[in-house]
């Protein structure tokens, strides 16, 4: 298995970052541009990217907030972000299609969810889509239901991880 890096995410990531949403996301379901470079900008913390030694192959993206309402759809935009915010939502989890099956999306959910430990954070949150609930609770996430969030159009579920016993 090739060597592989997960740091922060900067602006020169942009356009990989982008190109991987574009490929691994469905219509409205991915982010824009403009908002994966607000996401860096606000919150480069919660912002991991992991790459081999040619490319970005995956990244993890999130927002900071006291309270969480996961169906709140203008939080993707980080209306209510605050950097000092105890609960983390994660936004986006994605590995280029070439490089899936091979243990990225761990390695980068271990490095994110002991980088938000450390930060002192409390919880970290995520709504996913149904066939994905098995693979977040192997990191300890807990279902919580059925979520409100009609978000690209699809059905989704709402799952949180207590960082406390980590």
Request: charged share 25%; with cysteine; aromatic share 8%.
């Amino acid at each position: 298995m090739p060597e592989v890096n997960i740091r922060s995410a900067n602006e020169r990531d942009l356009d990989r970052c982008f190109e991987i949403e574009s490929v691994s996301y469905s219509g409205s379901e991915a982010a824009t541009k403009e908002k994966i470079l607000k996401r860096i900008k606000s919150y480069p913390e919660g912002f991991l990217v992991i790459e081999n030694s040619k490319e970005i192959i995956g990244f993890i993206n999130s927002g900071a907030a006291h309270r969480v309402e996961l169906s709140n759809e203008e939080f993707k935009e980080l209306v209510g972000h605050d950097p000092s915010g105890e609960n983390v939502v994660i936004m986006s989890v994605v590995v280029d299609p070439k490089y899936q099956g091979r243990g990225m999306a761990r390695k980068l959910m271990d490095s994110f969810i002991s980088s938000m430990k450390g930060l002192g954070k409390a919880r970290i949150y995520l709504i996913c889509q149904a066939e994905l609930l098995g693979m977040y609770a192997r990191f300890g996430f807990v279902h919580i239901g059925e979520s409100n969030s009609d978000h690209g159009g699809l059905s989704w579920h709402e799952m949180s991880l207590s960082l406390e016993n980590i």
